[in-house]
Structure formats: structure tokens, C-alpha cells
């Protein structure tokens, strides 16, 4: 079993080429051998194509969305098995695809994700762990989001109805449920989910693996981004709910403590020292 030969990575990106560049060098920092499948409707494509993608499919702008973007990397993939990534990921020393094939292989799960890092858009300050992960319940005319909730155990894993969009899974199961391509920027996560939900498959998170994510908002990219109205009207319309509720937290309280202050500290005292730096440099000119 080898992560580098059994897996291919597929990521769907517009607009974000600096967050692409990125995520392609930690890919190959810690996978140099893993074929990488970029899908890409942004206005310029890459010219040239960074020699870490496999794989590169640029379409006419704006004209695919996330999920009809996902769905065409799924057919470019020719391993048995497949993660799905974000644009604006960073892979480290925890993120271990290895474990995370294992554990599709080795146990009951179809699908397997891990834990999500998250960090603020403009500073890159640690957030925390985000619990986005949880069940999902439609019940009158209500979407429930029970954050970090779970089904039970299996294997010693926990049962979610859902994950984080940094997973593995067989390359079939995404042939056979594939995204709903009529949502373009919005609610396709929770749609495919609920489909996944409605065949009983399973969806686990492991503990120990890591993948770190760096939300960024070039105006180039939120002025598509922020136009959610739509699918969002789409995914209440498709499974007949109204209102949507999410139950629990994102962060847990000591994440302030944990992560965010200290990350606030070291950030505001690099900016104290360019600062200084600065004025020390207009002094020298005055002078």
C-alpha cells in the first residue's frame, strides 16, 4: 500500500493562484510522487502550470462552481482512491494521508477526514480546531447542525453524518454520488452529505491527523464567493426545509487561550519590530 501510488489529489480552484502555489508545495514537501488534478475556471489560467499539478484543466471563467469543478477532477483520477482538497489547504508534518487511507481500507468507513486547524483570513493567526464536523437532522422544516455531535463509535472512530472538505474515499463512491452541480459556491457541502447520509454510508474524523487551513479573500475571489443567496435557496427548495440551526460551537473556549492569544502576541510583536526597523531606517536618511 502506498500513499503516492493509490491516491490522487484533486483540487477545485478559482481565483486564489498564491493559495494554490501553496497548498502544491507542501503537497510535494511531504508526497513528491502523488499525482495532483487541478480544475480551474478562474479568469487567467496558470501560465505557466506549476510543474507540482498532474494534472490541469482550466475551463472558460466562472463557468463550473465548486461542485461541477469537483466532479470533473474525479473523472481525470486513475488511482483507486482519492482526496479531496481545498484551494487555500496546507499539508504539514500531521497531515498523515497514509493513516487516512489505512483506515479507509481497514475499517467499516467510506469516507475518512481528519482535523481541521483553521486560521484567521488576514493575519494567518491560529483559530483553533475547528468542530465543524457533527450530525445533521431535518425535522420540521428545520436543518439542525449538531456540531461535534456523533452517531456512536465504530471500529473506535466516531460516526458524523459530516466532515470537513479535506477527506479520502474510494475514487467509485464519487463517481456513483457525485456533487450536485447546480450549486455553484454554496450548499453543495451539506447536500452531498445528506446524500451520503440517505445510502448509510459512514463518515469518520481521526484524532490525531491534522490539515491546515488559510482562508484568503482577494476581492477577485469574495465578490464570487459572497453571492451565496442562490444555492442556498437551492439546498432549502431540494430538501424541504426552511430555516437552518446550528447547535454547539465552532471553536471551544480555550482555543482563545491555547491558540489565538499567543498567535496574537507573536504577530503584533513582529509588527512592533518592522515598525522599529522602519523608523530607525527614515532616521538614518534624515541624519
Known amino acids: 500500500m502506498s500513499v503516492e501510488q493509490d491516491v490522487t489529489v484533486v483540487v477545485k480552484t478559482f481565483q486564489r493562484p498564491d493559495s494554490l502555489c501553496r497548498l502544491l508545495a507542501s503537497i510535494r514537501r511531504f508526497y513528491p510522487g502523488i499525482a495532483v488534478v487541478v480544475v480551474d475556471d478562474s479568469e487567467a489560467p496558470l501560465d505557466p502550470v506549476p510543474e507540482g499539478i498532474t494534472s490541469y484543466r482550466h475551463f472558460p471563467f466562472d463557468s463550473l462552481g465548486v461542485s461541477a469543478g469537483r466532479n470533473a477532477g474525479v473523472r481525470e483520477v486513475e488511482t483507486e482512491y482519492v482526496l479531496i482538497c481545498d484551494d487555500d489547504m496546507v499539508l504539514g508534518r500531521k497531515t498523515d494521508l497514509g493513516k487516512m487511507l489505512r483506515t479507509v481500507r481497514a475499517t467499516g468507513f467510506d469516507l475518512v477526514s481528519c482535523r481541521w486547524m483553521d486560521h484567521e483570513p488576514w493575519r494567518s493567526i491560529r483559530r483553533g480546531y475547528r468542530r465543524y464536523e457533527g450530525t445533521l437532522e431535518i425535522a420540521d422544516g428545520t436543518l439542525v447542525h449538531h456540531l461535534g455531535e456523533t452517531r456512536g463509535t ?52 481521526l484524532p490525531d491527523v491534522v490539515v491546515y487551513h488559510y482562508p484568503a479573500l482577494p476581492p477577485e475571489y469574495q465578490s464570487f464567493r459572497a453571492n451565496t443567496s442562490a444555492d442556498v435557496n437551492l439546498l432549502r427548495e431540494t430538501r424541504g426545509f426552511d430555516r437552518e440551526e446550528v447547535v454547539g460551537r465552532l471553536f471551544r473556549p480555550s482555543d482563545t487561550i491555547v491558540h489565538r492569544l499567543p498567535g496574537t502576541v507573536a504577530a503584533t510583536g513582529k509588527r512592533a519590530v518592522r515598525v522599529a526597523r522602519r523608523l530607525v531606517r527614515e532616521g538614518r536618511v534624515r541624519a
Request: with cysteine.
Open 154 to 205: 465504530i471500529d473506535g472512530l466516531p460516526v458524523f453524518d459530516i466532515v470537513h472538505q479535506f477527506f479520502v474515499t474510494k475514487t467509485e463512491l464519487l463517481r456513483e454520488n457525485p456533487w450536485d452541480e447546480r450549486f455553484k459556491v454554496a450548499g453543495e457541502h451539506v447536500a452531498f452529505f445528506l446524500a451520503l447520509k440517505e445510502r448509510r454510508l459512514l463518515c469518520t474524523r
